[in-house]
Each structure stands twice: as structure tokens, then as C-alpha cells.
């Protein structure tokens, strides 16, 4: 690749990184607490909006790990493998941001009420959270062993900010913590709380991949 084009790409990759995390943020702040059918059916289109937007950041943060992982690459092309697992946990995130924000609502004002069997519809839309809640632990566990694995390439090749794969360490190990003393990810506070250390990184990542552009792009200019 180019100089210039390869600086190009990382920058567009460092500002994709930024622009998820601000969509995802706002996706936490958006997203109405938990309730029954009829709480759902209220709050119906801020779910749809706010998955929605879920669901527009997901590529974005893609793109930002595609352009991390190149700059961390080495020559056993690990990078690579931290990128695909990543893109494992975003599809777990589009199948449950789908299902939750777009497919619930939709199917609860369709079928609830009426002369429709109500226990029925209570079941599959119970079949559908379940879906969403396993999802999740994809998302959180295909993110969570990406981001160990650029965290221990950024100490290493310190290609980027070394504290920066320390903190990642940090959060993995705050989330292990969690796990093992049982602390629910699943439900709204608890995907929240991982959201905020996930998002928490990837702006530091993000513009961090930025500052370092600096330096690069006064090695081109120099060519």
C-alpha cells in the first residue's frame, strides 16, 4: 500500500472509531429501561431509533478495527485474527440489536392484543430475548478476547501508546472480576456498564491512532 494511501486508510479507520463510539454512546443514553409488552409498545420507536442507530455504528467501529489492526500487524498476522474474532462479536451485536430493536416492537404491535393468542405471542417474544440475551455473551466475549489480544500487541510492537494496551488489560480484567462475581451484562445496566469501558478505549485507541498520524503525515511531506 502506498504512504499516502496507507494514511488515508488509518486516518479514515481512527475517525470511523470515534464516530462508533459516539453512535453507541448515544444508543446507551437512548435506550428505554426494560418493561412488560405494553411498556414495550410504548416506547416503540425510540427502540427502533436507537437500534437503529446500533445498528449504523456497528460498520463504522468494523472499519476502525480493520484500520487497528493494521497498524498492530506482525508478521504472524495475529492482528488479523483479533480483527476477524471482533467481527464475530459485531455480527452477535446486529442479530441482537435486530432482534430486540427492530423485530420486538414490531412483532408486539402486531400480534398483542386483539383476538390473538396472548400466551403464545408471550412465548415467542420470550424466544426472541433469549436469542438476544445469548447474542450478547457472543458480542461481549468475541470483543473482549480481540481487544486482549491488540492490547498485548500494543505493548509489544508499540506501534501506538503502550498504556493504552494496558488499560484494554485493565478493562478485560474488571470484566472477568464481573463474571466471577456473577455481575449480569445482559440486562440494560449491566450492557451499559460494559459498553462504557468497551467505548471508554476505543476513543482513547482512536485518538490516539490520530496523534501518531501527525508524525506520519510529516514523513510524507518530507518525501
Known sequence: M???IEFEFKKASA????MG????????ALHPTGGDIDHILKVKNVLIFSHSLALFCLP????????LSNI??????????AFFVAFFGLLAAMVAATLNGLVLPIFASRYWG????ISLVTKIMGYGHTINIAMTYIFITAISVAIAIWSFLIIL?????KWLGYFGLIVIAIGILGILLRFNFTDLFGFRTFMLGLVSWIVAVGTSMLIALRTDRNAIGAR
Open 114 to 117: 386483539g383476538h390473538n393468542d
Open 21 to 28: 463510539s459516539i453512535l453507541s454512546t448515544a444508543t446507551m
Open 72 to 81: 498492530l500487524q506482525t508478521k504472524n498476522k495475529i492482528a488479523s485474527l
Open 157 to 161: 510492537n508499540g506501534h501506538i501508546q
Open 60 to 67: 463504522l467501529i468494523g472499519f476502525g478495527f480493520s484500520g
Open 15 to 18: 475517525i470511523c472509531l470515534l
Open 2 to 4: 502506498e504512504p499516502k
